[in-house]
């Protein structure tokens, strides 16, 4: 079963670096406690170990978690884009909104090439539902 791996949180935008937490509260229609996309729409963003893999293979180099500056990353599995599918991580409930399509920072924290390799790979953006604290080893159920 797919589980969490990594939790990076960045207080600032860009050229704010996330840091690696091993657990953080999630409050439903707010975001994550710490984080600066906390109380905006696109709460929540988590991409898979999977995705990462696949997008360093089209890049030629590794893609680190975290340097995506997705808050979540879990060990397995293809993301559901299609609006409204859930993710349950642990207690926490996420309605997803689709697709975390990369942007230009990529260029910067990853290397040349990285907004292209992660292009339907950098994976999904969501509204918490449900609340409750995300821990590194939450298991993550996908539908």
Same mark, same amino acid.
């Given at each position: 079963?797919?589980?969490?791996?990594?939790?990076?949180?960045?207080?600032?935008?860009?050229?704010?670096?996330?840091?690696?937490?091993?657990?953080?509260?999630?409050?439903?229609?707010?975001?994550?406690?710490?984080?600066?996309?906390?109380?905006?729409?696109?709460?929540?963003?988590?991409?898979?170990?999977?995705?990462?893999?696949?997008?360093?293979?089209?890049?030629?180099?590794?893609?680190?978690?975290?340097?995506?500056?997705?808050? #979540?990353?879990?060990?397995?599995?293809?993301?559901?884009?299609?609006? +409204?599918?859930? &993710? @349950?991580? $642990? %207690?926490? *409930?996420?309605?997803?909104?689709?697709?975390?399509?990369?942007?230009?920072?990529?260029?910067?924290?990853?290397?040349?090439?990285?907004?292209?390799?992660? #292009?339907?790979?950098?994976?999904?953006?969501?509204?918490?539902?449900? +609340?409750?604290? &995300? @821990?590194? $080893? %939450?298991? *993550?159920?996908?539908?």
């Amino acid at each position: 079963m797919p589980h969490v791996i990594g939790i990076h949180l960045s207080e600032e935008t860009w050229p704010g670096q996330p840091h690696a937490v091993e657990e953080v509260e999630a409050i439903a229609q707010q975001g994550l406690v710490g984080d600066r996309k906390f109380g905006a729409k696109r709460q929540i963003s988590i991409v898979s170990v999977d995705e990462l893999a696949e997008a360093a293979a089209r890049l030629g180099s590794e893609i680190p978690p975290g340097s995506t500056r997705r808050q #979540i990353t879990i060990s397995e599995g293809r993301f559901d884009r299609t609006p +409204g599918s859930t &993710i @349950r991580i $642990g %207690d926490v *409930v996420v309605s997803v909104n689709g697709d975390c399509s990369p942007c230009d920072e990529m260029e910067q924290s990853i290397g040349p090439g990285a907004r292209a390799a992660l #292009i339907e790979l950098g994976g999904v953006t969501g509204t918490i539902v449900e +609340g409750g604290v &995300i @821990r590194v $080893g %939450d298991p *993550v159920e996908m539908d």
